[in-house]
């Protein structure tokens, strides 16, 4: 086992017949609303136990019309599509009141331009498990290991066709 796969061990990140425990950025859930593909496969798999701040609903339902009309879906039916994969998922949201003892340090370390992400870095550090999310910028800090989803889907050996 190399240092990186020990780091990832220690975060939670863990292989065989356990789930992966990650928290879940809300570009991952929006990539599994908007399309039905890879991403909508890994997170409907019951191979993952996953966590998300309550920004992440917000977000969604701040945006749901606008996002809806990407699919051709009004924003009801866009709201429901969310809450069936939120739930399908087995996403646990946690209230920010849980983790607000990393605000300060999670907001240090955030990239240039992506403040907004702090809650998602704060809560993987209160539950010190991998970030799973496809923003490049959040892999410039080391604080929290970001895990993306090639990455997740070679370390669960999925096929990706």
Same mark, same amino acid.
């Given at each position: 086992?190399?240092?990186?796969? #020990?780091?990832?061990?220690? !975060?939670?990140?863990?292989? !065989?017949?356990?789930?992966? $425990?990650?928290? +879940? /950025?809300?570009?991952?859930?929006?990539? %599994?609303? #908007? *399309?039905?593909? #890879?991403?909508? *496969? $890994?997170?409907?798999? !019951?191979?993952?136990?996953?966590?998300?701040?309550?920004?992440?609903?917000?977000?969604?339902?701040?945006?749901?019309?606008?996002? !809806? =009309?990407? +699919?051709?879906?009004?924003?009801? =039916?866009?709201?429901?599509?969310?809450?069936?994969?939120?739930?399908?998922?087995?996403?646990?949201?946690?209230?920010?009141?849980?983790?607000? %003892?990393?605000?300060? +340090? %999670?907001?240090?370390?955030?990239?240039?331009?992506?403040?907004? /992400?702090?809650?998602?870095? %704060?809560?993987?550090?209160?539950?010190?498990?991998?970030?799973?999310?496809?923003?490049?910028?959040?892999?410039?800090?080391?604080?929290?290991?970001? $895990?993306?989803?090639?990455?997740? $889907?070679? *370390?669960?050996?999925?096929?990706? *066709?």
């Amino acid at each position: 086992m190399d240092k990186e796969e #020990l780091n990832l061990v220690e !975060g939670k990140l863990i292989f !065989g017949d356990e789930k992966l $425990i990650l928290v +879940v /950025d809300t570009n991952i859930v929006l990539s %599994a609303l #908007l *399309k039905e593909g #890879l991403t909508r *496969k $890994i997170l409907l798999s !019951g191979k993952l136990i996953l966590f998300s701040p309550q920004e992440l609903s917000f977000e969604v339902e701040k945006h749901a019309l606008e996002l !809806g =009309t990407k +699919v051709g879906l009004n924003k009801e =039916t866009f709201l429901l599509l969310f809450e069936f994969i939120f739930k399908k998922a087995g996403i646990t949201q946690v209230n920010h009141k849980n983790y607000t %003892a990393f605000c300060e +340090v %999670a907001k240090s370390v955030c990239p240039f331009g992506h403040l907004q /992400d702090w809650p998602f870095i %704060a809560l993987a550090l209160k539950e010190n498990v991998p970030l799973w999310s496809n923003d490049s910028a959040l892999k410039k800090q080391n604080l929290v290991k970001v $895990i993306t989803t090639p990455e997740l $889907i070679q *370390k669960l050996s999925l096929n990706p *066709k």
